[in-house]
């Protein structure tokens, strides 16, 4: 099927920053058919990535958060009653694949287990998905694409996508830009002057740095887009540094206090 044959106004596409190839990656991948994971830590832009890509390629978007009780069932459908009846209702990975377009499951490995069974036969040169509960076997049209994303910074034991499923994706690493072109999308994002998202941008690369040890987890990009909002709106910026470049970090006081010297001595 022709990328080209779905075209979407500029204006239209939500804004994206590519770092890499992965445009032409994720559009090589859907003309082909091929299932996609993309992987790096929260806010990084992955869930932006998709809906960039799926405005400019023409396709519906249905994006699944996945979550602890998520189950098969939850994307596959379910019967319901209705009135008296019993129906058969449609979840998003079904609706997905009977309509085109693409299916995003965000954080894929925080849902059951019995989820990567149901998408398995989506993955493979078969791409259908079985209902066994309606006794249908849907063909996956050629517009339909499946994307999953993860963090592998919060993989345990318990929670890791398998090999075996792994690699049934064709991967993307994602990863913060560089500070420079970080500091463009924070800029145009938030419509606070370069000058003043600089030392921003110094701060979210210091805070990440502790990640692992201090920090479960960095300053994603949308939190210094935040923070850059709020100082455009007025808010002093220490105030706005600790509402979300801090406070959303930890809950711990000891390294709460810890962070705000280090936002003291980066950005003033």
Known sequence: MNIAAFPRPLADIPAYAPARNEVALFEHAWSRRLPLLLKGPTGCGKTRFVAHMAARLGLPLHTVSCHDDLTAADLTGRYLLKGGDTIWADGPLTRAVREGGICYLDEVVEARKDVAVVLHPLTDDRRVLPL???????????????????????????????????????????????????????????????????????????????????????????????????????????????????????????????????????AG
């Open 132 to 266: 066994e509960r309606t006794g249908e076997e849907l063909a996956a049209p050629d517009a339909f694409m499946l994307v999953v994303s993860y963090n592998p910074g919060y993989q345990s034991l318990l929670k890791a996508l398998k090999p075996s499923t792994r690699q049934r994706f064709v991967a993307i690493t994602f990863d913060f830009l560089p500070p420079e072109q970080e500091l463009a999308v924070v800029a145009a994002e938030s419509g606070l002057p370069e000058g003043a998202v600089r030392p921003l941008i110094q701060l979210a690369t210091r805070l990440r740095a502790l990640k692992g040890h201090d920090l479960e987890e960095g300053v994603s990009t949308r939190l210094v887009v935040y923070c850059a909002t709020l100082i455009a709106a007025g808010m002093e910026a220490r105030e706005a540094i600790l509402a979300t470049m801090i406070e959303p970090l930890t809950d711990e006081p000891d390294v709460k206090a810890a962070l705000v010297e280090v936002a003291r001595a980066v």
